[in-house]
């Protein structure tokens, strides 16, 4: 029982992590009608930055404050991440307007491979250490209930609730913000947002930059887990099978099909991996969804594709 | 003037219903094909034959089989690198277990063996459209990834992983020259390009294209999805699967899962994006264009670092590379979204009037 609550909440917080990803990519599907690959880059360089800057900033101004110099370094990898924004909608959105879905993908593969070869090339390709100070050691919980106590991370509890309070954020944002209400007209209908008078392109130019603020955030938590490096772009294809799980459409869907993936991940490894061999985790999250899809195509919380002739 | 098919007047179905009707085309038709059967293997040297012609014949088989999935039948697929590898293992297989297995019936059973495959990956086709079915495809992707490293019997429990083939002889005749395997390739690309033109230009592939273009209209006609959508992943992943065999048993030799990759994946989307959705010939064109774009860009970096008196560290090329090829990428889908062959067809109009503008 304790081991199994155990991988269970493990599970739940990995899936954390895989909503934040996942939100990325809803946002700028709903506002666009984009598939962003591009997102696991943006991951990638967005951390990358982080990482490079908390190092730079100290030696340019010199001083000598971690928390001074994360903070500095937050604000330019998020000013990049405005200007990266600003310049994909310039140069390649405005540009395919009306192009079909699977152009505006490719694009956007496009785009990921030009943000990973400059994001190294700026940046340098080792592996880089964020230390935003968030606590390594591990801690017991329940210790006079089970026998032994369930050993979680303390870590992954910040992350999970970060990604939690960056979820409340945006969801603050969407519904109570004259902007968000724009964002959510945009997603809506783009003819009827634009006739009563939304700036199509600053929306998006907004929504871009909304989408690499949650890819910083992501960055920084993954990249203190697991080290800044070119995998980092690689664990967006971890949250691919989230997005669809939910939903394209939905933000909260994004959220519960990351904690769906993230505990079925786990347990399955756990409980059915050793029948197979180990290392089930890749495609599970994939396998699931495609049997999800089977029953309900648009995803758990997608909006019902209606089909017109 | 030469391109004019005026006085070309057909007189019968047949000949008004042939694959080329003009007969400049079929004579430029025959001579590069005669070219590239005999005047290649004289001219190129070996270097040329390992690294760009013998990947662009097979690339441009792969890719022509992912366009009737993608561009005929309008169902993206991102798992093209799977079933790609599940006819490299499965035509591997076929020749360590079955003694005095002939090669070319290794790489077609190969060939079936991708085709059950794709069917089965298929099936949720029938629900899903769209992005959602892409990423649905990349169950594939990562499953058979994943089995062929971790399930030992596919690699016939060989301790490093990798599997290989040596000995390819066909009818007799052995293929380890470079020219052999050239020409070897050669003829299944010619072979299966004219079976895809001749299937698109049919009643199946008229069905995909009016799955293509609304799926919910051409059922409404009593065309049968179910049978339509499958019968274009079983043409497709066969035709992959023979590339992959190829891949694996004339290109490389010996292989590992890494080989058939997402990135081949993505790879070959971009060729037939940047070829041309629904053409055989964008197929070709586009495979030419990412085969050569990276040893073109590895070639020229350097050389433009040395102009400049920059030497270029081999990171910062890789890193480069990446860049341009990912700018480029964007770049022509704005310029021409339709690839390649739209810009061929406009050429050919031109030159159909030219030297009058209209």
Redesign the interface.
């Known amino acids: 029982m304790g081991s199994f609550l155990e991988t269970l909440l493990g599970g739940l917080m990995t899936g954390m992590l895989y909503s934040l990803i996942a939100l990325g990519f809803v946002l700028i599907y709903k506002a666009s009608g984009v598939?962003n690959f591009a997102q696991g880059a943006m991951v990638l360089s967005a951390a990358l930055a982080m990482a490079r800057f908390s190092e730079w900033i100290p030696e340019w101004l010199g001083f000598d404050n971690k928390i001074l110099a994360n903070v500095l370094a937050f604000c330019m990898a998020m000013v990049m991440m405005v200007m990266a924004a600003w310049l994909i909608e310039r140069?390649?959105l405005s540009?395919?307007v009306n192009?079909?879905?699977?152009?505006l993908?490719?694009?956007t593969?496009?785009?990921?491979?030009?943000?990973?070869?400059?994001g190294?090339?700026l940046f340098g390709?080792d592996i880089y250490k964020i230390d935003v100070g968030l606590p390594k050691d591990p801690i017991f919980l329940f210790e006079n209930v089970f026998q032994g106590g369930i050993l979680v991370n303390k870590e992954d509890l910040y992350a999970a609730a970060i990604a939690a309070a960056l979820v409340a954020l945006l969801s603050l944002f969407f519904q109570k913000t004259s902007t968000g209400r724009a964002l959510r007209a945009v997603a809506d209908d783009h003819q009827a947002a634009q006739s009563i008078g939304i700036p199509l392109n600053r929306i998006w130019v907004i929504v871009w930059s909304v989408a690499g603020f949650v890819a910083l955030v992501a960055g920084v938590i993954w990249g203190s887990k697991l080290g800044v490096q070119f995998s980092l772009s690689l664990v967006a294809?971890k949250a691919?099978?989230v997005?669809?799980l939910g939903g394209?459409t939905s933000v909260p869907g994004a959220i519960i099909g990351g904690l769906i993936i993230g505990v079925g991940e786990k347990l399955s490894e756990v409980y059915i991996g050793p029948f197979?061999?180990?290392?089930?985790e890749?495609?599970f999250g994939?396998?699931l969804?495609?049997f999800v899809?089977?029953v309900r195509?648009?995803?758990l919380f997608g909006e019902k594709?209606i089909?017109?002739? | 003037m030469l391109y004019r098919e005026n006085g070309q007047f057909k007189t019968s179905y047949r000949s008004d219903q042939q694959v080329f009707p003009i007969a400049q085309d079929r004579i430029a038709i025959w001579l590069l094909v005669a070219f590239a059967a005999v005047g290649v293997p004289l001219l190129a040297d070996e270097y040329l034959f390992r690294a760009i012609l013998i990947p662009f014949l097979i690339l441009s088989l792969a890719a022509l089989g992912l366009n009737i999935l993608?561009g005929y039948c309008g169902q993206?697929s991102l798992g093209t690198g799977a079933f790609m590898a599940v006819g490299a293992y499965a035509a591997y297989n076929f020749m360590v277990r079955i003694d005095g297995m002939p090669v070319l019936a290794a790489l077609l059973l190969g060939g079936v063996c991708a085709t059950v495959v794709g069917v089965l990956f298929g099936i949720?086709s029938l629900?899903?459209?769209?992005?959602?079915l892409?990423?649905?495809t990349?169950?594939a992707q990562?499953?058979w990834?994943?089995a062929f490293?971790?399930?030992k019997w596919f690699t016939n429990y060989s301790s490093s992983g990798s599997v290989s083939v040596a000995n390819l002889n066909i009818f007799g005749i052995p293929i380890d020259t470079p020219q052999a395997k050239y020409l070897f390739c050669l003829v299944f690309l010619v072979v299966f390009a004219m079976a895809a033109k001749n299937l698109v230009r049919s009643h199946i592939g008229r069905e995909w294209m009016a799955i293509r273009d609304?799926?919910?209209?051409a059922a409404?006609i009593g065309i049968r999805p179910v049978y339509a959508k499958l019968t274009a992943f079983a043409v497709s992943s066969f035709i992959v699967g023979v590339a992959g065999a190829l891949w694996g048993f004339v290109h490389l030799g010996s292989w590992e899962p890494a080989a058939f990759s997402?990135d081949r994946s993505?790879q070959l989307?971009?060729m037939i994006?940047i070829g041309g959705?629904g053409s055989i010939m964008g197929s070709f064109f586009g495979a030419a264009f990412i085969v050569m774009l990276p040893v073109f860009l590895n070639q020229a970096l350097p050389a433009l670092g040395g102009l400049f008196g920059v030497t270029i560290d081999t990171?910062?090329i890789a890193?480069?590379?990446?860049?341009?090829?990912?700018?480029?990428?964007?770049f022509f889908?704005?310029v021409e979204?339709h690839g390649l062959a739209r810009l061929w067809s406009i050429g050919k109009e031109k030159l159909r009037l030219w030297p009058f503008p209209h």
């Open positions: 598939f140069l390649v540009k395919l192009q079909e879905g699977i152009t993908l490719m694009a593969l496009g785009i990921a491979y030009f943000m990973d070869g400059s190294q090339t390709s294809l691919l099978p997005v669809i394209l197979f061999g180990g290392g089930i890749i495609w994939y396998v969804v495609l899809l089977l195509p648009q995803g594709i089909d017109r002739v | 993608v993206i949720p629900r899903i459209k769209g992005l959602y892409a990423v649905a990349l169950a990562f499953f990834d994943w490293l971790r399930i609304m799926d919910v209209a409404v997402i993505f989307l971009f994006i959705l990171a910062t890193h480069a590379e990446l860049m341009i090829f990912g700018a480029l990428i964007v889908l704005i979204p």
